[in-house]
């Protein structure tokens, strides 16, 4: 079921998320500053691409630079991206075949967010560090 789930996804709407990211990576990428940022887009974007199967969890060792990082996220790309994932996940919504893939658009918005602090793992695996 996961790989129907992914096929679909990417049809109609991974790979035109991971296009928005890849774009937001090659930008913030071009400061020295802004890598971590270009490289936090460029891990999301890949995660978008295939999104059934792994879950977002927290990590533990995240700090105070996690959350600063977060807050400039935010600024800088976050906002765009998460919008690009409520209108996808809304008009996903529309269909009864979509809703599943709407709400999978929905669970990605928090990461799409604030991304520093969190990892993706495989759902049968949530509770191992890399």
């Known amino acids: 079921m996961k790989t129907i789930l992914n096929v679909i996804w990417l049809v109609l709407s ?3 998320l991971f296009l928005g990211y890849l774009a937001a990576g090659i930008i913030l990428c071009i400061t020295i500053i802004g890598i971590p940022f270009g490289l936090a887009a460029f891990r999301i974007g890949v995660h978008t691409l295939w999104p059934f199967g792994y879950m977002v969890v927290d990590r533990s060792d995240a700090g105070a630079p996690s959350c ?4 400039l996220w935010l600024v800088l790309a976050g906002w765009w991206l998460a919008l ?6 809304l008009l996903l919504c529309l269909t009864i075949i979509g809703i599943p893939l709407g709400i999978a658009n929905f669970k990605l918005l928090p990461v799409s967010l ?3 602090g969190k990892e993706i793992v495989p759902t049968d695996q949530p509770f191992a560090t890399r």
């Open 14 to 16: 991974g790979f035109w």
């Open 84 to 89: 690009g994932h409520i209108v996808t996940g």
């Open 68 to 71: 600063i990082g977060n807050v």
């Open 114 to 116: 604030m991304p520093f």
